[in-house]
């Protein structure tokens, strides 16, 4: 039944490790999004995929790497892993036009 | 660039009172969408109610409804008849144009309900 899943929904590392977020739709939707909340709650947009295609890349660190095997999926890889990195990142997804974005339930990432 | 502002960093309510939460955004373009979301402490991202700036008439959700003014770029969000369970953070946000459909989110206001 779940829309837009994540995983994991927590993860704790050390700094300089390398760590993977997943995301997958049900939705049949052809734009993904990834979004950064910072401890302020702050929430933005990192990066956005439609049909497996790079369409957003807001200068976000080449430490993170977006990959999308499928219009299904996308992922978020984060290489050297800082203390700043310590957010919770969203997955969303959404069919196109002026649609609705559906957003998974977020991945808390504590960086020590 | 489009920002979007929420000048109310926390409000509270009575339950079954009414409160109204601000936003105010910049653009220059003159189709668009807005968008409140709420934000409970599960941090699931829900979608409340959402505005086409095409529309003159303001969009309603059952206790939710908005008074959406576009000349004055504002669109503050009232709920009615507060329940314990709106007790969340709530954004407003701005969609971008339909090429990517980004969001671009306030700060966020942090709603208490006072039983």
């Known amino acids: 039944d779940t829309a837009v899943s994540q995983t994991p929904k927590y993860l704790v590392t050390q700094m300089g490790n390398d760590k993977s977020i997943k995301c997958e739709q049900n939705l049949g939707h052809d734009t993904m999004y990834w979004y950064k909340q910072d401890s302020k709650k702050f929430l933005k947009i990192m990066f956005s995929?439609?049909?497996?295609?790079?369409?957003i890349n807001e200068t976000v660190p080449n430490r993170f790497s977006p990959k999308s095997p499928d219009k299904a999926h996308l992922n978020l890889h984060i290489n050297s892993l800082e203390l700043g990195d310590s957010a919770v990142y969203f997955c969303a997804s959404n069919s196109g036009g002026w649609n609705e974005q559906f957003f998974g339930p977020g991945t808390r990432l504590t960086v020590l | 660039a489009q920002t979007v502002t929420q000048s109310q960093p926390e409000m509270s309510v009575q339950e079954a009172e009414t409160v109204t939460l601000s936003c105010t955004y910049d653009t220059s373009e003159s189709d668009y969408y807005l968008f409140w979301y709420k934000q409970p402490p599960s941090r699931q991202m829900i979608l409340v109610i959402r505005q086409e700036a095409y529309k003159q008439q303001n969009a309603t959700e059952n206790r939710f409804s908005v008074n959406f003014q576009k000349a004055a770029k504002s669109f503050s969000l009232k709920i009615s008849d507060s329940q314990l369970g709106d007790a969340a953070m709530y954004f407003c946000a701005y969609r971008v144009d339909g090429a990517t459909n980004k969001l671009i989110f306030g700060t966020g206001t942090l709603l208490a309900v006072q039983p």
């Open positions: 995929y439609n049909n497996k295609e790079l369409i």
